[in-house]
């Protein structure tokens, strides 16, 4: 007897990791807000229902978003648990870096990513990824194909946002090396129901602690400096060990989604050669192109939050503790948001509402570099070639395509993606 879509687990099915927009959809027609029967917990698939629970930081807290399967560390108790959620804070798993952090603790830990985040700083950083990625790109045509996501984009944003952290060049490639080898996937669907969480990118910690250390006690005119050396907006200089954790949270989180959205935007070039043709004669096209993937296959499946108090999302009462899934993937394609969902239209009204970076105070603070890096190399991409197409001996042939996505809950990426070049 086949399962119903509230029935299956989100967190461990395979077949959800393979389609997860037939999963959505199946669950959207029981409901845009919806308490599931195979976990204790609401998934929120409505696009509407999505932006009032991002909005909403008075009745949900961010505490649970690295790891929603972690059970509460303290007894619920009563309708309103903000005052237990924030004496427990620190038994909350990873709940010490900005994606996880609620009201003033948020916006402290977000004022010292924005000195990485200046005009000045994205421009020098751009000429970098037009230089790096001019390498990187040559050095694939000329072999005429490529395994994209290890050869290509993993190298590049790792590069990328080593840069524009002012990660000293002896060190850059070794961070490469340390990637390159496997990093731990966060959200593993395997690993799902496991109180234990992988801390990802932790051989980073004592790069960073030096970094800092160095720096205070020894300033240069330099972006570690700068970061180093940030305040919060009281004045306080931060604790070391937040200016490491949040650095290192911004590369992994940076490195990753940048490197699936590139993939994942490769895998509609090179399966529509009337678009890949479009966009190579006009470059204009490729920001508008951008935003449709984003809409379509955003690198972030799905986002998650802890109920604080009693409350209502739509019409469906949530109680106290509740952990909700908000499905941004499904919210992306709500039919009552977006005309024929499902569908790629390259110049898609009011495109950049969707919700592949967020909304409200948690909105991504890279989203302007993830555009920028994806939108440079493709660029260079289309200038060193006259054709890209997919491997046939590697995904099958048209109609019959095979690919295989990373086994986790939070991203949407491709494993690997094999491509062919023409050169011009």
Known sequence: MMKQADEIDYFTDYEVLKDPYKYFDDLRALGPVLQLKSRDMVMVTGFKES??????TEDFSSVNCVVPTQPLPFELVGDDISTQIEKHWDEFIRSDILVSADGQ????????MT???TPSRLKSNEAYMNELADKLVREVVTKGSCELVRDVAVPYVTLVIADLLGIPDEDRETFRREIDSGPPIVGAIEDSRSKRQIEPFAFMVPYFQRYIEDRRANPQDDVLTEFATARY????????????????????AGQDTSAKLLGNSMRYIVQDPDLQKRLREDRKLIPAFLEEVLRLEGSTKATFRLAKRKT???DVEIPAGKTIIVALAAANRDP??????SEFQLKREKIKEHLAFGRGAHTCIGNPLARTEIRVIL?????QTS???????????AGHRDFSYEPTYIIRGLENLNIEFTPK
């Open 379 to 383: 660029n260079h991409l289309f200038d």
């Open 233 to 252: 907006p009281d004045g306080s200089l931060p604790d070391p060990i937040d200016v490491i954790k949040n650095a290192t949270f911004l590369f992994g």
């Open 336 to 341: 009552m948001r977006w005309e024929n969902p």
């Open 105 to 112: 603790r948020h916006k402290a830990f977000r004022s010292l």
């Open 51 to 56: 932006v009032d629970v991002l909005l909403n």
């Open 387 to 397: 054709d890209i197409t997919l491997s046939e001996k590697h995904h099958g042939p």
């Open 115 to 117: 000195v990485l985040f």
């Open 312 to 314: 209502k999302i739509g």
